[in-house]
């Protein structure tokens, strides 16, 4: 039961159909799946199937805004249950999160975000294609413990780079810890910029926040 709704969940994401993803969201949800399930194993597998036809010149940029929206639709539908579904209310830290600027990517990022803020951690989402200064200003504001930059194309990496650079140059490394994700991301890139934390995905950016701000 559960394979075919998954199945049917990846095809609707490649098929670009935002109305039936978010259909297939709440059945899900009705059935009792684990919505980050649903996530990683029905419409990540759509969305890379996109990607992949996209990097072969076999879709376009048209499918790869249809399966962006679709997705971005069926993640909203899913966010309430995973907000409920957190158990921890106590907060653990304040996280300035945002897509670097130059990116627009914003799926992953928000669903970190949602995770984070399901584990307890209270949650600046700043958006996309946000810069360094609007980023650090923020974080100064709101006094946050972690900030967290997201970046989805081998291009805009180095401006995780330059918003350290520049926190660096400010004095607020030692105050503030710096977690970077994002699919270009590997962990010789995060060794060379001197990111604090790094994780390849949502579940395990939470077990890293914590860890930065000695909850885990
Ligand atoms: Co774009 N895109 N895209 N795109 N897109 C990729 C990233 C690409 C790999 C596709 C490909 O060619 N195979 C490629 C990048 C190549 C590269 O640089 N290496 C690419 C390209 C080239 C582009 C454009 C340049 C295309 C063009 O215009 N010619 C353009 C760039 C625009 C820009 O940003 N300036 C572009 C545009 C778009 C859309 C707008 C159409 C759309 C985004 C819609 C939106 O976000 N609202 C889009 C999409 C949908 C994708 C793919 C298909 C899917 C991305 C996604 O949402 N994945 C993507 C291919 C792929 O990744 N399979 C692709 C699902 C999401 C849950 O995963 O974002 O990886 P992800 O997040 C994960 C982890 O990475 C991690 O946890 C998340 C959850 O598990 N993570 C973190 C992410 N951030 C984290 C932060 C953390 C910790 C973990 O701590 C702070």
């Known amino acids: 039961m ?7 969940m990846a095809q609707s994401i490649i098929d670009g159909d935002s109305d039936l993803a978010v259909e297939l969201a709440k059945q899900a949800i009705a059935a009792g799946i684990d919505p980050l399930e649903a996530i990683n194993q029905g ?16 879709a376009f940029l048209p499918e790869l805004v249809m399966a962006g929206e679709a997705m971005k639709a ?3 539908a899913l966010e309430p249950e995973m907000k409920r579904r957190g158990t921890e209310r106590q907060i653990l830290g304040k996280v300035v999160l945002a897509t670097v600027q130059g990116d627009i990517h914003e799926i992953g990022k928000t669903l970190v975000g949602t995770m984070l803020s399901a584990a307890g951690f209270e949650v600046y989402d700043l958006g996309v ?15 946050a413990d972690i900030v967290g930059l997201s970046a989805l194309l081998t291009t805009t990496m180095v401006r995780q780079r330059e918003v350290i650079e520049a926190m660096d140059k400010e004095g607020l490394r030692r105050k503030i810890k710096v977690m970077v994700g994002g699919a270009p991301v590997t962990r010789d890139w995060v060794q060379r910029i ?14 890293v926040a914590k860890q930065l701000v000695g909850a885990a």
Do not use: M
Not at 2 to 8: D, V
Not at 48 to 54: D, I, L, R, Y
Not at 129 to 143: F, H, S
């Open 194 to 207: 001197e990111a604090d934390g790094y994780s390849e995905d949502a579940i395990g950016a939470v077990a």
């Open 2 to 8: 559960s394979i075919e709704l998954f199945q049917k």
């Open 43 to 58: 419409f990540v597998v759509g969305v890379n199937a996109v990607g992949e036809a996209f990097s072969r010149g076999d």
């Open 129 to 143: 294609d946000v810069p360094a200064e609007r980023i650090i200003a923020k974080a100064k504001e709101v006094d």
């Open 74 to 76: 069926a993640v909203a």
